[in-house]
Structure formats: structure tokens, C-alpha cells
């Protein structure tokens, strides 16, 4: 008898995903997905470009208008306006193989599809998360632009990046097109630990010990990025031990991936939680953010970190000296501390704001400067010493840069 393979996601997991693009797109609506690091969104995207019955079900008699492209920017930096149209066809050109014209610019392409032969189309954008975090909007104004053009053009965006963070709102909510709907793309739950266990067991033919299952049990957290990991390493070695699995560098390596890409706010987050201190209200955003996307929970007001093994790389990865220069209670971004030191190190002179951006961004600081984000530090850094009860304050001095007053 033939057993079908299984898929990564069950079935109801997966469609729930997928109905809420159907539902964005039926509505001739754009909209940004909100995803938590490393967690691939394409391979549920490129799972529903290939399940065509799943797609017949869920658009119903609109069925035969849809036209699904996948385009990934690949977290480049500096792409121009011109590359990222060419990306953008090259991709519709990949997934729509029967135009006759393909020298047609992108713009006359999706007019050709959209009103003479009635087509809808839907871009399944991701990989924009390094242009952003860099405050470079070219790209993204012009994905806009291109779902203005037509009721029958959609963008999906995925992103890792919180957009709705103070830092990036109000820059990306002038593009109201990809504001329209905001939504997560939240951490798989529980239930779906064991149905991935299953599609690796069966795809890999890979069997678990006791062992190794107690070592995802304790620190995978359902995480599908370490669960995949311990299959990997069964695979080369059936008979690896907990204690095996436990000094692997590869979970560390995974770890310290994971943690590197959230936001600095989201990374003090973890930090605080991880050290059993008190959140800043300061960081009230990215609380709130993590546990919409299921990376923390909260019991009692008593916050945990959801996967384990995050918790204990922050814990064995601390740095003593830079504990030194932190205040009570409360864990400084990199970045704060960096400022701060320089403040400190300063302390009662004035410091301007060229001083303050060649702290921030080195060599590059002319390049990268902003007031925007040199406000921004400066604000939460004040909110922090604040909270701390310090006995220094960051004080303005207009037109002339900023004042560490030590008051001890």
C-alpha cells in the first residue's frame, strides 16, 4: 500500500496560513506579514503555489484569474529601483511561462495580464529585511506603487522585521497600500512539533531514541529550527547521546542566529526575561510583539521565554564586563551601551551630535547619519536611566549636542 508522504505543516495549519492571504487578495487588498527570525515563510508559500487543489477551494470560481508570483530580494542591500523591477519580472516570467512578449517592461506586462486578458496578480514578497532595518524605502515605495496601479495587482509582503516599531512606522505607513492589513505570521504551535517529527521521521527515515526526544522536549520549544537540527544530527549518528546533543556548537550557532536577528528592543526583551528582571515600560512594544508572534508567553504577569534553548544561550553568553556598565534591573541594546559608554566616558562635557553619530556608526557615520535615529537612542537610553533611578541624567543643549550630568 502507498502511504503519502508527510507535508511540514498539517493540514489544517497549513490552509489556516493560507486562507488569510486568499481572504487579502479576494478582497483586492495588499498586506504585510509579520514573521518571527528564521522561520522560512517560503516554504509554506512555495507549498501553496504547488497544492493546485488547496488554491481551487480557497478562491473558489476565481480560481482560473489568480496568477501567484514568489519574488525574494534576498536580504540585499543598495538594490536600485531598476533591479528590483527586473527581479520582480524575472520572477512573473518564471511563474507565467506562456507571454509570448517577454521584452515587455514589467509595468506593460501587468497591464497586458490584468486588463486585457482579466488576470489578477499576486506578488509573495520576502527577503526585504536588510534594505529596511537600513531605512532604504525605494524598494518598497515602489511595491506600492505597482499594487496602485490595478485592483488586480496584490503584494504580500513577509517580513522579520517588526514594522510597527516606533523606528520604522511612520516611514512605512506613508506606503498605505502594504499598511492595509498587518498581520503575523506567528511561531507554529505545539501541536505542530509533532506533526514536523513526523514529516522529518518519514522523509529522513530517521527514528528518534528516548533520549534525543527528551533533548527537543527540554530545549526546542516546538521550534522547528532546532527540532530539524537534532533530526540532522541523528542522521549522521543514530546513537548520539542527550549529553551529545547537549555540547553539539550547532545548537549555539543556531541560537546566536536567531537571537542576532531580532530588533535591538526585542533583544533586551529576551534578555530582561531571560535575567528574571522586570520589563522597562520603555520596551512595553516589543513585550507585546514577541508574544503576538509566540516567542514569549506570560502567566501571572511571570513572562518566559518559549524556547529554552534561547534562554540558556542569553545565560551562558553573557559578558561581564559589559554587565559592569549597565544600570540596575535593566539590559542596554549594543548599540545604548555603546552611546552610553561614550556619554559616560564624557561625563559633564558637552558632546555633540557628530560625536554621538561617530559613536553609533563608526567610519560610516556620515554615510548612515540620522537625527531621527540619534533621537531615538538617546530617548530610550534616558527612559532606561529613568527607570534605573541613576544617579546621572542625559541633558539637550540645543543647537549645541547633549550633556551626561553625573549628580553622585
Known amino acids: 500500500m502507498h502511504v503519502e508522504p508527510y507535508p511540514?505543516?498539517?493540514?489544517?495549519?497549513?490552509?489556516?496560513?493560507?486562507?488569510?492571504?486568499?481572504?487579502?487578495?479576494?478582497?483586492?487588498?495588499?498586506?504585510?506579514?509579520?514573521c518571527p527570525p528564521l522561520s522560512a515563510?517560503?516554504?509554506?508559500?512555495?507549498?501553496?503555489f504547488e497544492d493546485d487543489s488547496l488554491q481551487r477551494k480557497l478562491f473558489r470560481q476565481e480560481y482560473p484569474q489568480q496568477i501567484l508570483v514568489h519574488v525574494d530580494f534576498k536580504q540585499q542591500e543598495d538594490i536600485t529601483k531598476t533591479e528590483a523591477l527586473n527581479l520582480i519580472k524575472d520572477s512573473l516570467l518564471l511563474h507565467e511561462t506562456d507571454i509570448i512578449d517577454k521584452t515587455l517592461p514589467l509595468y506593460e506586462l501587468?497591464?497586458?495580464?490584468?486588463?486585457?486578458?482579466?488576470?489578477?496578480?499576486?506578488?509573495?514578497v520576502e527577503g526585504l529585511d536588510g534594505s529596511i532595518r537600513q531605512h532604504q524605502w525605494d524598494i518598497i515605495e515602489?511595491?506600492?506603487?505597482?499594487?496602485?496601479?490595478?485592483?488586480?495587482?496584490?503584494?504580500?509582503?513577509?517580513?522579520?522585521?517588526?514594522?510597527?516599531?516606533?523606528?520604522?512606522?511612520?516611514?512605512?505607513s506613508k506606503r498605505t497600500t502594504l499598511a492595509?492589513?498587518?498581520?503575523?505570521?506567528?511561531?507554529?504551535?505545539?501541536?505542530?512539533?509533532?506533526?514536523?517529527?513526523?514529516?522529518?521521521?518519514?522523509?529522513?527515515?530517521?527514528?528518534?531514541?528516548?533520549?534525543?526526544?527528551?533533548?527537543?522536549?527540554?530545549?526546542?520549544?516546538?521550534?522547528?529550527?532546532?527540532?530539524?537540527?537534532?533530526?540532522?544530527?541523528?542522521?549522521?549518528?543514530?546513537?548520539?547521546?542527550?549529553?551529545?546533543?547537549?555540547?553539539?556548537?550547532?545548537?549555539r550557532l543556531k541560537a546566536e542566529a536567531v537571537f542576532s536577528n531580532f530588533l535591538s528592543d526585542e533583544q533586551s526583551v529576551l534578555m530582561t526575561i531571560a535575567n528574571k528582571q522586570p520589563i522597562p515600560s520603555v520596551l512595553n512594544h516589543s513585550k507585546n510583539h514577541l508574544l503576538k508572534l509566540?516567542?514569549?508567553?506570560?502567566?501571572?504577569?511571570?513572562?518566559?521565554?518559549?524556547?529554552?534553548?534561547?534562554?540558556?544561550?542569553?545565560?551562558?553568553?553573557?559578558?561581564?564586563?559589559?554587565?559592569?556598565?549597565?544600570?540596575?534591573?535593566?539590559?542596554?541594546?549594543?548599540?545604548?551601551?555603546?552611546?552610553?559608554?561614550?556619554?559616560?566616558?564624557?561625563?559633564?562635557?558637552?558632546?555633540?551630535?557628530?560625536?554621538?553619530?561617530?559613536?553609533?556608526w563608526g567610519k560610516d557615520s556620515e554615510e548612515k547619519y540620522s537625527d531621527w535615529a540619534i533621537d531615538q537612542t538617546l530617548h530610550k537610553i534616558r527612559e532606561k536611566i529613568k527607570e534605573s533611578k541613576a544617579s546621572y541624567e542625559i541633558q539637550t543643549k540645543k543647537g549645541e549636542g547633549f550633556i551626561l550630568v553625573d549628580k553622585s
Not at 501587468?110 to 509573495?124: A, G, I, N, P
Not at 534525543?212 to 549522521?236: D, N, P, T
Not at 556619554?343 to 559633564?348: E, G, P, V, Y
Open 180 to 251: 492595509q492589513n498587518i498581520l503575523y505570521f506567528h511561531r507554529y504551535p505545539p501541536a505542530e512539533a509533532d506533526y514536523f517529527k513526523k514529516y522529518l521521521s518519514y522523509n529522513w527515515n530517521v527514528q528518534l531514541t528516548s533520549d534525543q526526544e527528551k533533548w527537543i522536549e527540554k530545549f526546542a520549544g516546538g521550534h522547528f529550527l532546532f527540532i530539524k537540527e537534532v533530526f540532522r544530527q541523528v542522521a549522521k549518528n543514530p546513537t548520539i547521546s542527550f549529553e551529545e546533543l547537549d555540547n553539539a556548537d550547532i545548537f
Open 110 to 124: 501587468l497591464e497586458l495580464l490584468t486588463t486585457k486578458q482579466e488576470k489578477r496578480v499576486s506578488f509573495f
Open 142 to 172: 515602489e511595491l506600492s506603487s505597482l499594487a496602485q496601479k490595478s485592483w488586480n495587482i496584490h503584494i504580500l509582503l513577509f517580513l522579520e522585521t517588526d514594522i510597527t516599531h516606533p523606528e520604522f512606522f511612520s516611514a512605512f
Open 294 to 360: 509566540g516567542w514569549i508567553k506570560e502567566k501571572n504577569n511571570i513572562f518566559e521565554i518559549t524556547v529554552p534553548y534561547v534562554t540558556r544561550y542569553i545565560l551562558e553568553n553573557k559578558n561581564p564586563s559589559e554587565e559592569k556598565n549597565m544600570d540596575p534591573l535593566l539590559l542596554y541594546t549594543r548599540l545604548e551601551r555603546t552611546v552610553l559608554d561614550y556619554l559616560r566616558s564624557h561625563a559633564n562635557k558637552l558632546v555633540t551630535r557628530e560625536a554621538i553619530a561617530e559613536s553609533m
Open 41 to 48: 515563510p517560503y516554504r509554506t508559500i512555495l507549498q501553496f
Open 8 to 34: 511540514p505543516l498539517s493540514p489544517h495549519a497549513f490552509e489556516t496560513f493560507c486562507r488569510e492571504w486568499v481572504d487579502v487578495i479576494l478582497r483586492q487588498e495588499s498586506g504585510t506579514w509579520l
